[in-house]
């Protein structure tokens, strides 16, 4: 299973960017999906998660600003990030909790490689 993040990028604040993160693979199903972010120097936090059944959570710093959505047929999750401030500059990760196809039907955890989002003028 791979998980393909794009659409980062430079942007000016107040700007809007859109973030996608593609599935692929032995996928049998996947639970939840969420995007995460690391700036230099800090730890990865939470951005925004959507469950299966569409319900979701953001951080504090994104409420009312940016809106997380799937789409269960193509395996891809899309994170709209409006008002973007230069605090919301750092690496993008995508992470989805993927049930594998075969026999075993495990669940596991995979990572996207990152995407740069760069708020500045």
């Known amino acids: 299973v791979q998980l393909q993040a794009s659409g980062g990028g430079l942007v000016q604040p107040g700007g809007s960017l859109r973030l996608s993160c593609a599935a692929s693979g032995s996928i049998f199903s996947i639970d939840r999906m969420g995007w995460y972010r690391q700036a230099p120097g800090k730890q990865r936090e939470l951005v925004a998660v959507?469950?299966?059944?569409?319900?979701?959570n953001y951080g504090d710093s994104v409420k009312g600003r940016f809106t997380i959505s799937r789409d269960n047929t193509k395996n891809t999750m899309y994170l709209e990030m409006n008002s973007l401030e230069p605090g919301d500059t750092a690496v993008y990760f995508c992470n989805a909790h993927v049930t594998v196809s075969g026999w075993s039907r495990l669940t596991y955890s995979y990572w996207g490689q990152g995407t740069q989002v760069t708020v500045s003028s």
């Open positions: 959507i469950i299966s059944d569409s319900s979701t």
